[in-house]
C-alpha cells in the first residue's frame, strides 16, 4: 500500500471517529439543575399520564422493571412512602416495559403486588433513553418548577425520599 493511501484511511478513520464521538456527546443524561423532560405514556389503568401535567407538584419519577431484584424489595418502600406523602407530592413509577417480556406480565406484577400508584408503562423504550436510564432502579426528584433536584441510582426507601422532598 502507498503512503498516499495510507493518509486517505487515517484520515477517513479520524473523520468516523470523530463523527461518532460528536454524536455520543448529543445523547445527554439529565442531571441535577435541568429541567424534566415531558413525556406521555399510557398507565397500568390504560389512563394517558403526561409529566408536564404534574407541574406545580414535587414528582418522584421512578423507573423500574418486575425482573430487578432491588426494584422487587424498593416497591414495598415506594408503597409506604405513597401512603405517607403529602398532597403536593406525585409518585411516579415508570415501568420498562420494553425490558420485560411482555405487557400482560407487569400488569399481573402489578395487581399482584397491589401497587397502588400510578405506573406508566414505557413500552417504546423511550422515556428510558430520554432520561438515559442505564441502571435500574433509578429515581429522580423534581421540583414544584419541573427541575430535577436529585438522581438517585438504586433502591430508595420511603425515609430517604421524604428527607429529600422536606429539603425542598
Not at 419519577?61 to 422487587?72: A, D, G, I, R
Not at 415508570?94 to 405487557?103: I, R
Not at 395487581?111 to 432502579?137: C, H, M, R, W
Request: glycine share 6%; hydrophobic share 40%; proline share 2%.
Amino acid at each position: 500500500m502507498n503512503k498516499k493511501r495510507c493518509y486517505q484511511i487515517v484520515f477517513t478513520l479520524y473523520l468516523i471517529i470523530g463523527f461518532a464521538i460528536s454524536n455520543v456527546s448529543k445523547v445527554s443524561a439529565l442531571n441535577v439543575g435541568e429541567k424534566a423532560s415531558d413525556f406521555t405514556l399510557e398507565t397500568n389503568s390504560n389512563k394517558s399520564i403526561q409529566l408536564e401535567d404534574l407541574k406545580g407538584k414535587i414528582i418522584v419519577l421512578n423507573f423500574w422493571t418486575t425482573w430487578c431484584t432491588y426494584c422487587q424489595e424498593e416497591i414495598s418502600e415506594l408503597q409506604t412512602f405513597d401512603k405517607e406523602k403529602g398532597g403536593d407530592v406525585e409518585l411516579i413509577s415508570v415501568n420498562l416495559t420494553a425490558s420485560e417480556q411482555s405487557k400482560q406480565g407487569v400488569l399481573q406484577f402489578i395487581n399482584q403486588s397491589n401497587i397502588p400508584f400510578t405506573v406508566p408503562l414505557d413500552v417504546n423504550g423511550e422515556v428510558a433513553k430520554k432520561y438515559n436510564i442505564i441502571g435500574i432502579p433509578t429515581t429522580f426528584i423534581i421540583d414544584k418548577k419541573g427541575i430535577i433536584t436529585k438522581k438517585i441510582l438504586g433502591p430508595v426507601t420511603a425515609d430517604m425520599l421524604q428527607q429529600l422532598i422536606d429539603q425542598l
